[in-house]
């Protein structure tokens, strides 16, 4: 059974400042995805990293992906209170990639 | 088009309720999701359908009683339920089951079991 963790769970931030959130799975994959969600919301699609060095960026938010350490990082730039989310990672595995596992979540305060 | 429509967007029910959840989505999409998501946890995958098929149950109770009547549709009876089973039910729909690219979620239905 796969396993995803992140890193932190709760993150608290100045409006400015750089940071990074850390994804860990236990099992091999090549197709990491990143969600946000805001409180009572759906989940909103960030990322789609299908391959070992994948990187993306939108704005001030930048995602990476290391298949071989099993590590996928997002790293946000300069934030801003609009930022303020739960940002979830989610690992694809299995035989064809059918199964969908979410990390734990890691819920960011920016505080201005 | 790129969205997925779920109503009701809120359902209260009795434990002696008989409900359904739907999902719409016209993108062309032939894999289609139910996940689970109890407050401030992640989403846990329920069922997926590919080509209208039932191909994944995660060991879900026979109370949710899912149903794709067509590649468009996803239902999600529901029947008997606990109050445990209350939380946001999200669909989500993606090309092919298993194929890279996106997921793409509905804003979810709340459900409350009293």
């Known amino acids: 059974e796969l396993k995803v963790e992140q890193n932190p769970l709760f993150l608290s931030m100045q409006e400015g400042k750089n940071y990074t959130i850390y994804c860990n799975y236990s099992?091999?994959?090549?197709?990491l995805y990143w969600y946000r969600q805001d409180p009572g919301k759906s989940l909103e699609s960030l990322f789609v990293?299908?391959?070992n060095g994948a990187v993306k960026q939108e704005g001030r938010l930048m995602a990476s992906l290391d298949t071989k350490a099993r590590l996928s990082t997002l790293h946000i730039t300069a934030a801003v209170h609009d930022l303020s989310a739960t940002y979830f990672c989610?690992?694809?595995w299995g035989f064809g990639n059918e199964k969908l596992t979410f990390g734990t979540g890691t819920r960011l305060t920016i505080i201005p | 088009d790129t969205e997925v429509t779920q109503t009701p967007k809120h359902l209260v029910m009795g434990m002696t309720n008989k409900k359904s959840l739907k999902c719409e989505q016209h993108?062309?999409?032939?894999?289609m999701y139910w996940y689970k998501q109890k407050a401030k946890k992640p989403p846990e995958l329920m069922f997926v359908y590919s080509y209208e098929k039932l191909s994944i149950n995660e060991s879900v109770p026979s109370r949710f009683s899912p149903e794709c009547p067509n590649s468009s549709l996803l239902n999600l009876h529901l029947h008997a339920l606990q109050p445990e089973d209350s939380a946001l039910y999200l669909c989500?729909?993606?090309?092919?089951?298993?194929?890279?690219?996106?997921?793409?979620f509905g804003e979810g239905s709340r459900l409350t079991v009293l």
């Open positions: 989610a690992v694809a």
């Open positions: 990293l299908l391959s």
């Open positions: 099992t091999t994959s090549d197709r």
């Open positions: 989500a729909s993606s090309q092919r089951w298993g194929a890279p690219g996106e997921l793409f």
């Open positions: 993108m062309g999409h032939r894999a």
